[in-house]
C-alpha cells in the first residue's frame, strides 16, 4: 500500500476557483467606490437643464436705487434640496457688463440662498454705468434674466 499524502486534484481545483472568486470580490468593491467617489466629484447631481426647468432660483425684483446708486436684485430659491455653493451674477448692457460672484472665498462677502430663501442681493455702479438687464447664473449655466427698473 501507498502512503499517500496531499490534498486531492478535486479539492485543489475547488480551493482555487474559491481562492479567485474571492480575488474578484474584493477587487470589484474597490473599483466600485473609487469609481463612485471620483464620479461624485467630477459631474454634479443635477445638470443645467434640471437647474433651468425646475426655476431653482429665480430673479423676483431687479431694480436700480438712485439714492444708493446700487443695484438691488431679490432672488428666491425653491425648495429644492440641490447643493448650491455659489451664484454667478452679470449685469449688463449694450456696451458693457459687470460680474459679481456670491459664495466663493474670493467672492464677495455673502451668502448663497437657502433652501426656500429669499433674500436682496446690492451691487454698488458707478454714474457712468447704465446696466439694462440682469443675470443670474451657476457656473455657466444660466438660470433667469431680468430688465432692471427703476426702484
Known amino acids: 500500500m501507498t ?3 496531499g490534498i486531492s486534484g478535486v479539492l485543489v481545483s475547488i480551493l482555487l476557483v474559491l481562492l479567485g472568486i474571492a480575488a474578484i ?3 470589484s468593491v474597490n473599483i466600485n467606490t473609487l469609481i463612485k467617489s471620483e464620479s461624485a466629484q467630477i ?3 443635477i445638470n443645467c437643464l434640471d437647474f433651468q426647468s425646475s426655476s431653482i432660483i429665480k430673479i423676483t425684483n431687479t431694480c436700480f436705487n438712485e439714492e444708493s446708486s446700487e443695484i438691488e436684485i431679490t432672488l428666491k430659491r425653491s425648495f429644492s434640496d440641490a447643493e448650491i455653493t455659489q451664484i454667478d451674477f452679470i449685469l449688463s448692457s449694450n456696451s458693457s457688463s459687470a460680474s459679481f460672484c456670491c459664495g466663493l472665498p474670493d467672492c464677495d462677502q455673502c451668502q448663497v440662498l437657502g433652501q426656500g430663501e429669499q433674500r436682496v442681493y ?3 455702479t458707478l454714474p457712468s454705468e447704465s446696466f439694462s438687464n440682469s443675470i443670474v447664473s451657476i457656473g455657466s449655466c444660466q438660470l433667469d434674466t431680468k430688465t ?3 426702484c
Open 148 to 150: 432692471i427698473s427703476k
Open 43 to 45: 459631474s454634479p447631481t
Open 3 to 5: 502512503n499517500k499524502k
Open 25 to 27: 470580490a474584493i477587487i
Open 122 to 124: 446690492f451691487f454698488p
